[in-house]
């Protein structure tokens, strides 16, 4: 494995989703957790896993759970804590609503996210639409971050503007189908 391979991922498993009425990443698909899909496909792009979660219902999981530093914050504030709690230069981050995403997709972003020495975000971008939350972030972003949470400036993308950042173009939105709604859920099992 590569140094760029060894940087951690975070799992950002947010919290009781207003459209799903649960916890997202607790949702079964095809018999197991919105999140196991998520782990699996991990496991071939780094050996260091964590969830971004304080719900203990996680721990079965068995990787360990990081808390949000900054509460009631949303993706940024679940960005945060990833960066916070790591101490290498970059952190993989995901959202726990994407069980299609693939380990190519994620390989290629880290590989493309230290091929250029000033990129501090890259994200993966499907046909139709960017995946903020399906990226590499830099830990130098962390003082602009923090910031930005300070004023509660919480938009992922208006923040991933400000910094310099890279868009990594995947031709399918498949690997980046988000699960929010019961309906999203339906659709993913008739097309699975």
Same mark, same amino acid.
């Given at each position: ?50 969830? #971004? ?37 970059? #952190? ?5 609503? #994407? ?5 190519? #997709? ?87």
């Amino acid at each position: 494995m590569t140094e760029a391979k060894n940087i951690p991922a975070y799992i950002l498993c947010g919290g009781k989703s207003s459209r799903m009425q649960t916890e997202k990443g607790l949702v079964l698909l095809e018999d197991k957790p919105l999140i196991n899909h998520i782990i699996n496909k991990i496991k071939n792009s780094t050996k260091q896993i964590y969830l #971004v979660t304080e719900n203990t219902d996680y721990e079965s999981f068995g990787f360990p759970l990081v808390a949000d530093r900054c509460k009631e914050k949303g993706p940024l504030g679940g960005i945060h804590a990833a960066l916070s709690h790591t101490n290498t230069e970059a #952190v993989l981050v995901l959202s726990c609503d #994407v069980p299609k995403i693939e380990s190519s #997709v994620l390989n290629a972003l880290i590989e493309r996210h230290f091929e250029y020495g000033k990129t501090e975000i890259t994200l993966a971008s499907g046909p139709e639409k960017w995946h903020p939350l399906v990226g590499v972030y830099s830990k130098s972003i962390l003082p602009e971050l923090e910031i930005s949470l300070k004023q509660n400036h919480l938009k992922v993308m208006d923040f991933i503007k400000t910094r310099n950042y890279q868009v990594v173009e995947f031709d399918s939105e498949l690997p980046f189908s988000n699960v929010n709604t019961p309906q999203a859920l339906e659709t993913l099992k008739i097309n699975s």
